[in-house]
């Protein structure tokens, strides 16, 4: 068995929104050794059809699986639709975004209403309506797919940008909601854009109930080491907001 990243967790996204996960993770977890994939040839996988997205999660958590990685986290909420899935096909510990950050948004909330901005193929899949309602909380989604290629494409500071996050948020203010879920790990990016629209109500960001494998942790400060199946100039260049980043180019 190739065993070269077997004291690594890996953590995985489309593209490079799960940074922000990652930058959680690091500073809660300094010692942890991290791989992260960002699976940018197949970026964004919320506008593609469930069959797709499955299929082309199965193969990057194989590909990691192979590698004897020692734990995978889906930093990604459309990958964590099928989380289930992977658990089920793979002997290793996966965790996904999405209960856990239901659960916070659900002690957050004090009128039981959340608004949840994720991605088309997670408005589909209605997750997060569904978790939200086990703790007595209305959800009312909102489709933001759009606002991906502009994290992936650095061009978050643009006129297009601002038009694209107003044509979709305009009337979030109507849906009375006092929390609002970033649904998508790429919307932190673009939260000050997002705060324009949300009033009083309290942001809530993809959080994972991550417990690294002991395997994975160094004596003192752990490694990151960086995956992209696209272009490593390209996601060198989106993730600047996240600066120790530097990507290798793999094909899966």
Known sequence: MNTLFSRFAAVVDSGVGGLTVLADLREKYPRCNFLYLADSAYCPYGTRSEADIRNRV????????????????????????????????????????????????????????????????????????????????????????????????????????????????KDLPHACADTVILGCTHFPVLRDKIVRYTGSARIVQCVVDFVPPSVCLSRRHGKCIFFTTGDASAANKASEFFSKARFVHTDI
């Open 58 to 169: 199965h193969s990057v958590v194989g590909w990691l699986a192979r590698r004897n990685v020692a734990a995978v986290v889906l930093a990604c909420n459309t990958a964590s639709l099928f989380a289930d899935s992977l658990r089920d096909r793979f002997d290793l510990p996966i965790y996904d975004v999405v209960a856990p950050t239901c659960r916070l948004a659900a002690a957050t909330t004090v009128n039981k209403r959340v608004a949840v901005l994720a991605t088309e193929a997670t408005v589909r899949g209605n997750v997060y309506p569904k978790l939200l309602a086990e703790y007595g909380v209305d959800a009312v989604q909102t489709a933001c797919s759009g606002f991906v290629p502009f994290v992936e494409g650095a061009a978050v500071d643009t006129d297009a940008c601002d038009s694209a996050v107003d044509n979709a948020l």
